[in-house]
């Protein structure tokens, strides 16, 4: 398996502008979430959805943020109208099946978002 | 609330052993984990650790899990400069959620 596919895995836009960011789960993975990572804030979850339906939204930042996910192989963040303060690292983690409740999320190689 | 802490840096010659150190709050978490970062990439899963045990041991690595004290720690013997990363522990919480709570990251630095 190809592991969690993220692309674009650097973006650099300018202030105002739509970012879509986008990620694709290991295939089989009942579970995605999206991550935020800063020097500042260290790692935050946005979102994470359960079977393609989001679950749990509590740590996207403004409602300038939006994820969704069509279907099991494909999800998307989108930034509408991206700031300088947006900028950082966005993970995409995929996870199994809950087996016992074990977690285990395995990360994407992330997109570095950089707004000028 | 739940909230993992973990020191912030750790410097280690090479050949020498490493432990790094995790407090957790949340005493229902049935696992516990510890990812890897290296520069420019994603984190990988190192190993984790069922709460109903006290020790883990995987090559080189050693998970200890103090459950009364809420205290976690990795231990790296033999550590080698591409042991180089930001480590990160993390605990499953409880409750219906499946969302992982991660600490702030150790940076372990090895110097040759």
């Known amino acids: 398996d190809a592991g969690v596919i993220q692309s674009p895995r650097h973006e650099v836009t300018e202030m105002g502008q739509e970012v879509t960011l986008r990620c694709k789960p290991i295939s089989g993975h009942d579970y995605l979430f999206w991550y935020r990572q800063t020097m500042m804030r260290g790692l935050e979850l946005l979102i994470y959805?359960?079977?393609?339906?989001?679950?749990?939204d509590s740590g996207m930042p403004e409602d300038r943020f939006s994820a969704k996910m069509p279907n099991a192989s494909f999800s998307t963040l989108k930034i509408q109208p991206s700031e300088p303060r947006d900028s950082a690292v966005y993970f995409c983690?995929?996870?199994?099946?809950?087996?016992?409740?074990?977690?285990?999320?395995?990360f994407g190689p992330g997109t570095r978002l950089t707004v000028t | 609330g739940e909230d993992v802490e973990q020191s912030l840096f750790l410097s280690v010659r090479e050949g020498d052993s490493s432990v790094i150190n995790c407090t957790y709050t949340?005493?229902?978490?049935?696992?516990l984990y510890w990812y890897k970062q290296e520069p420019g990439a994603g984190l990988q899963l190192l190993t984790y650790i069922f709460s109903n045990m006290d020790m883990k041991q995987d090559q080189r690595l050693t998970v200890l899990l103090n459950k009364k004290d809420k205290h976690l720690s990795l231990r790296i013997a033999d550590t080698q400069t591409g042991d180089s990363a930001i480590y990160f522990c993390?605990?499953?919480?409880?409750?219906?959620?499946?969302?992982?709570?991660f600490g702030t990251g150790t940076l372990l630095a090895v110097q040759p």
């Open positions: 959805f359960n079977n393609n339906v989001p679950i749990d």
């Open positions: 993390a605990e499953s919480g409880g409750g219906a959620t499946n969302k992982l709570i």
């Open positions: 949340d005493s229902s978490s049935t696992y």
């Open positions: 983690a995929s996870s199994p099946r809950l087996i016992s409740r074990n977690y285990e999320q395995y």
